[in-house]
């Protein structure tokens, strides 16, 4: 196994812990404040998010022993049913009494006392269905009729009802992930450029259709306007105070004066903004280096996996967390326009986290048979340069 993956994977999961330990205090507060009004609870608490991120580690961790024991051949067998299973989960977000409406989008869905974002889901059962596809056209990706179309047509229906929602930031997220998985299966990069600019003339219409994404992308596009900064751009304004009051070294842990009701999400989506506010240009470094480890361990293991399949998969998943890491702290630091999507790993989000820790836990599976594919590769170079050798040996003699 990469034990140095599997260790940055818990520092970092360890790390968000930590964070929303800090600065969820005061949102956990007034929460937990409306429930006593309301009848729902008896006490007031300034835990509330860390507990329930808590267990949503703990569930994450054992679904990442799980996936790091199972061979990862199964999910070749079950991507299909996976797949399906993730699709049907996604339309009926769209069905009232089982949607759990957060915020401004129907992306959550209600399975008893819990609730599941069925995107999060999204993101590794299409990694695993793709690279099937993609696997059965291997001779054919890099043909437009035969291998560009069908992988268009396939993404098109696999994010219309993410666009529905609508999720700006899953919708990117997976895009991403298709895009670069097509890539490294042998597309042409021209077909890409090409296909990247039919969905942003279909797909756009479809998001900018909702008011409040068109009021992020005015607030994004006119950084000047003050009357945008304290209406629809308050978010990214205070986001950008958060991480200015920083600095180099930080105000200090738990020190956040942004957490008290002035960085909406600051748990969630503005969590970057927070931890650039309370420790500091120097100290974030050390997180950004981390995840950038983690992404070149990932591509390697990708390239040295024993078969296509754990090659796609893994280059899939590593191309998540670098996509979903980058889009985030874009958005943090306003070089993005406002989007639903969170730090992965250190976020509060329960789908989010419980998804990335099962895809690293198969990402890490992979690894074992890499490492074990590499040694006897290298064994067994090794034996015929000792034959060689040998044999030149005697001939010399």
Request: charged letters at 15%.
């Amino acid at each position: 196994m990469d034990l140095l993956l599997l260790g940055i994977t818990i520092v970092l999961t360890l790390f968000g812990l930590a964070m929303i330990a800090s600065v969820s205090v005061f949102e956990s507060y007034q929460l937990t404040e409306r429930l006593v009004n309301q009848g729902s609870r008896e006490t007031s608490t300034n835990a509330f998010y860390l507990w329930r991120s808590f267990s949503h580690v703990i569930v994450g961790l054992l679904g990442m022993l799980f996936t790091m024991i199972v061979p990862y051949r199964l999910w070749e067998r079950l991507a299909l049913p996976l797949f399906a299973l993730t699709m049907f989960l996604l339309l009926a977000v769209f069905v009232p009494g089982l949607r759990a409406e957060y915020g401004t989008a129907y992306s959550w869905l209600y399975i008893g006392s819990f609730s599941l974002q069925p995107s999060e889901l999204l993101k590794l059962t299409f990694i695993f269905y793709l690279a099937i596809w993609l696997q059965k056209r291997e001779q054919l990706i890099g043909t437009f009729k035969e291998g560009f179309l069908p992988f268009a047509i396939l993404l098109t229906v696999s994010t219309m009802l993410i666009a529905l929602q609508p999720d700006l930031g899953s919708f990117l997220v997976i895009s991403g992930i298709a895009a670069v998985m097509f890539f490294i299966a042998g597309g042409n990069f021209f077909h890409l450029i090409l296909g990247g600019a039919i969905a942003g003339v279909m797909g756009l219409p479809m998001i900018l259709s909702q008011e409040y994404i068109r009021n992020r992308f005015k607030a994004f596009l006119q950084p000047g306007n003050q009357d945008l900064a304290e209406t629809i751009g308050f978010q990214i304004k205070q986001a950008l105070i958060a991480v200015g009051s920083g600095g180099i070294f930080g105000v200090g842990y738990g020190k956040s004066i942004q957490k008290f009701g002035y960085l909406p999400e600051v748990q969630a989506d503005a969590i970057f903004a927070a931890m650039a506010e309370e420790l500091g240009f120097m100290r974030l470094l050390i997180i950004i280096t981390l995840f950038s480890t983690f992404v070149i361990r990932g591509y390697r293991i990708a390239q040295d996996a024993p078969d296509r399949f754990g090659a796609l998969v893994a280059a899939g998943i590593t191309t998540w967390i670098a996509v979903q890491a980058l889009i985030n702290i874009c958005v943090n630091l306003a070089l993005f326009p406002l989007t639903g999507v969170t730090m992965p790993f250190i976020s509060y989000g329960g789908s989010s986290l419980v998804s990335i820790l099962v895809a690293t836990g198969i990402l890490l599976n992979i690894s074992m048979y890499t490492t074990h594919e590499s040694l006897s590769s290298r064994r067994a170079r090794r034996k015929s340069l000792q034959r060689v050798l040998k044999r030149r040996l005697r001939l010399a003699q």
